[in-house]
């Protein structure tokens, strides 16, 4: 399967993550797999007119394109010209690049929360006009249009994250190279399901602490950080606790909420990131799978039953009281 990566608006977080795969060969990993990477703007040696040829030669059918990556968001500005982002050598800008090569493309990827919604580039007044490929933050449009299917007949994949996690866009790229993607497999905003149809808060390491309301009142605290300190967790979609960053970390796993990345708008949430917005001193964001209700009537519950342990644990930052040694068996 032929790859093409193009870089647009964005810091190229993506393939510093890409570089993170848990693999001893990253190379290697892809060719196994059947991938073939034809260009990647930092992991490729070709440069200049070499890569002007080729860009050239997949525009005349002469290199078969299986796969268009782009990370970053598409700038249509100054009023509509694309020209605050032209590609170097041909005197056109990217979004006209990405356009005749998306055309050409069995699949197009959106790599990153800027390519696929506009993420932090689209975010203020947006004076470089940025969106994403297939969507405006939340709304459908974006440079190629709502009604765009690639090749195969699929949407643009939406591979968000700010950066993505590396084995989303590996996994993604393998099961394309292996014919087994359909759009069954993307979620309603065109996501991969198999970490779309997760939430970061499933196997969140301070679980313990949300299930007793036991909240953190500072960064450094052990406890949840729903409550207070901004995080996101329970309503957005991504397996970052599921499969651990570089084997083992997460936002959260790390003391920081989790902001939203892999959703539409997250550069701007209405609230400082690290802060909880609250209504009569309940907090706006609650789960999306239940009533608000019902979680209000729950939470009084479960801090009434906090553990001692549970609650002095929660404002500190190490383990201030270990778990209590009991005989588990029942003889």
Not at 79 to 102: C, D, K, Q, S, Y
Not at 154 to 177: E, K
Not at 199 to 215: D, I, M, P, Q
């Amino acid at each position: 399967m032929n790859v093409l990566w193009l870089q647009s608006g964005g810091c190229g977080g993506c393939s510093m993550s890409l570089l993170c795969a848990d693999t001893t060969d990253f190379q290697g990993h892809l060719r196994d797999a059947g991938i073939h990477m034809l260009w990647h703007p930092s992991l490729s040696l070709a440069s200049g007119e070499d890569v002007l040829a080729l860009l050239q030669s997949v525009m005349d059918g002469g290199t078969r394109l299986d796969a268009l990556c782009v990370e970053g968001s598409l700038l249509r500005g100054p009023n509509g010209t694309g020209r605050f982002h032209m590609l170097a050598g041909t005197g056109l800008p990217m979004i006209h690049w990405v356009r005749e090569l998306a055309a050409k493309a069995r699949h197009v990827l959106a790599v990153g929360s800027c390519a696929a919604w506009g993420g932090v580039t689209a975010g203020g007044d947006n004076p470089t006009d940025a969106c994403g490929l297939q969507y405006e933050d939340d709304r459908p449009g974006g440079l190629l249009g709502a009604d765009f299917r690639s090749g195969s007949g699929l949407p643009v994949i939406n591979i968000a994250g700010c950066p993505t996690h590396p084995s989303w866009v590996i996994d993604t790229l393998m099961a394309l190279a292996a014919d087994g993607f359909t759009e069954d497999d993307l979620d309603p905003l065109a996501r991969p399901r198999f970490y779309a149809d997760q939430l970061v808060h499933h196997g969140c390491t301070r679980n313990e602490y949300y299930e007793f309301k036991a909240s953190a009142e500072k960064p450094s605290d052990l406890g949840c950080m729903m409550e207070h300190m901004g995080c996101k967790g329970t309503q957005v979609h991504a397996d970052c606790n599921i499969r651990p960053w570089n084997g083992e970390g997460s936002c959260t796993r790390g003391g920081y909420a989790c902001i939203a990345c892999t959703e539409p708008g997250f550069q701007e949430p209405g609230h400082p990131f690290h802060q909880t917005p609250k209504i009569a001193g309940i907090p706006v964001g609650l789960p999306t799978d239940m009533p608000k209700a019902w979680f209000v009537a729950l939470a009084s519950l479960s801090k009434s039953a906090t553990p001692k342990r549970v609650k002095h644990n929660a404002v500190a930052d190490h383990l201030v009281e270990k778990p209590a040694i009991r005989r588990t068996r029942l003889k």
